[in-house]
Each structure stands twice: as C-alpha cells, then as structure tokens.
C-alpha cells in the first residue's frame, strides 16, 4: 500500500533550524516552549537518520545558535545568511536542488519573517514545505498567528513537532519507536 504523498517520508525528508539564535531567542515570549520543541525534531532526527541543516541569520550580530540546539549540530551543515529567505544563499539553493531532499521541515524564528519568507520560496521551488508550528515563534501572537494562516492558504502544511516525528518514525514495535516514545514523554 503507498502512503499519501502528502505524509512525510523520512526517506526524502530534511529538518531546516531557521535562525534560533541567542539574540532573537531572548526575546521570544514562548522560547522555552520553541526550544524544546526544537530540540525534540533534533534528538528524533539521530534516532530516524533524519538529515538536519540549520541557518544563522548575520550571527555577528544576532549571536549563534542557542546552545540548547546547537550542541545536536555539530556534525550538521550550517550556513550564514543576511537575506531573510533561506533561498536568498546560494549556496543553500544549491546543496538542496542537488540533494534526493524533496520534503523540508521548517522550524525557527521569526514565523513572520525568516521562517514565512522560506516556506514560501522552498514552495515555490518544487519543495513540499512542512512548518512545525510549536517550534516556530514570532515576538507578537498576531505575526506568528497571520504567518501560519497564510502559510496555509498557501497549501504549506502546519503541523506539530509530535506529529512529524511519528510520520517519520511509519510505525511502532521497533527500537526506533521505543527511543522516540521516550522523547515524547
């Protein structure tokens, strides 16, 4: 039986940090919330095989990658950016329009800004584009909330941090269920 494209396939599936950076982070009001959230993708992406890239947007100025998640990304591609859209490096473009990557999983901040700009150019671009809304935030509720519903007019899926890692995970009984579980507790 196939599975409905529109699931996530870990087999093609890449998880994209936008920018969570000490800066920006400091002044998020659900940053607790988003790191942990964040976190979670990560630790699911070691379990899963899960590729994980992650940006910084000008981290002179707005510092590097909380350590909370930077200590998941040692090993992971990271690349620099001053345009808000992720599709704005050239570098970036390139190793994904080179890749078997054909889903990406956004999470980051700002939803409104970073975030929005990417999902929408990624779309553009032929990429299925999955925003995990408890790992995205803005500073304002009504720029994260706006950012998610034109996202979804826009036939970008919004879902949540759980239901990605069990898309990814297909089924339980396996050791990889038993690992992830214990992250979801």
């Known amino acids: 039986m196939n599975r409905h494209p529109k699931l996530l396939n870990p087999d093609y599936s890449l998880l994209l940090v ?30 899963l095989g899960i590729p994980l890239w992650y940006t910084e947007q000008y981290p002179k100025g707005l510092g590097p990658t909380i350590e909370q998640l930077a200590v998941h990304c040692h090993d992971a591609p990271r690349f620099e950016k001053t345009g808000f859209s992720i599709c704005m490096n050239a570098d970036l473009v390139h190793a994904l329009k080179t890749s078997s990557f054909r889903q990406i999983v956004l999470v980051g901040i700002e939803t409104h800004v970073c975030v929005l700009q990417s999902a929408f150019d990624l779309k553009h671009n032929g990429f299925q584009v999955c925003v995990v ?53």
């Open 18 to 47: 936008i920018d969570i950076q000490e800066k920006l982070f400091r002044v998020m009001p659900d940053s607790v919330k988003i790191a942990d959230r964040a976190e979670r993708l990560l630790e699911g992406c070691k379990v």
């Open 133 to 185: 809304r408890d790992a995205v935030g803005s500073r304002f509720d009504i720029d994260h909330s706006t950012a998610l519903q034109r996202m979804q007019q826009e036939k970008i899926t919004v879902t949540t941090s759980e239901s990605v890692l069990f898309e990814w995970l297909v089924k339980a009984g396996t050791e990889k269920f038993k690992k992830l579980s214990a992250l979801i507790k």
